[in-house]
């Protein structure tokens, strides 16, 4: 068994690795530098090894589109996709987002105007309190982009991990199936 060398507390996590050369101590607490990208943008921030991804991506990137509600990974409002997964960013922590591709509900748009899930969830008026909407979306775009010819049966399944608590899931499921056109035809100009 290794010693810990208390010098280097991360030495037993990584011997000689990343954490043991990159942490460095701010006030007394532990603090390392990441990188990832988010949204197509290549980001650093310097986080304590402690903090979630979600508080990460809200408080020290100020990207707010990203709600933390249970923080248990039970809601899915703070679902997040990394590296083409939807992912419940509070059991995820930032250091473990080190290299990684990270799209928030931001990522879906550009400046200009909203992706196609995000204007059939306005048409069909699934945005409700819009709390729970930015986990639902991106959820919703992770499974769709993995299979644009999902049905009503799969999408309520997938969407049974996001708990909206306004009114019902009708709209939203609606706003999901209005949706699959566009990627169907992001597919095929993929494959062509």
């Not at 819009?130 to 959820?139: N, S, Y």
């Amino acid at each position: 068994m290794q010693a810990l060398n208390t010098e280097d507390p991360w030495s037993v996590l990584s011997p000689g690795g990343l954490f043991a050369r990159r942490y460095q101590h701010a006030g007394g607490r532990m603090r390392l530098d990441i990188n990832f990208e988010l949204n197509g943008e290549n980001v650093s921030v310097n986080v304590e090894p402690r903090m979630t991804l979600g508080d990460c991506i809200r408080h020290e990137l100020h990207r707010t589109g990203t709600h933390i509600g249970c923080e248990h990974g039970v809601c899915g409002a703070c679902t997040v996709i990394v590296n083409g997964e939807a992912s419940r960013s509070c059991l995820i922590l930032a250091v473990q987002a080190q290299g990684a591709k990270i799209i928030t509900v931001e990522g879906l748009s550009n400046d200009e105007e909203l992706s196609p899930l995000q204007r059939s969830f306005r048409k069909h008026h699934g945005l409700q309190c819009g709390f729970c909407t930015p986990g639902i979306i991106t959820t919703a775009h992770a499974l769709l982009s993995r299979e644009p010819e999902a049905d009503e049966e799969r999408i309520r399944e997938v969407l049974s991990g996001n708990v909206c608590r306004c009114t019902g899931y009708l709209s939203i499921v609606r706003a999901v199936l209005d949706a699959r056109d566009a990627y169907r035809s992001t597919e095929q100009a993929v494959e062509s």
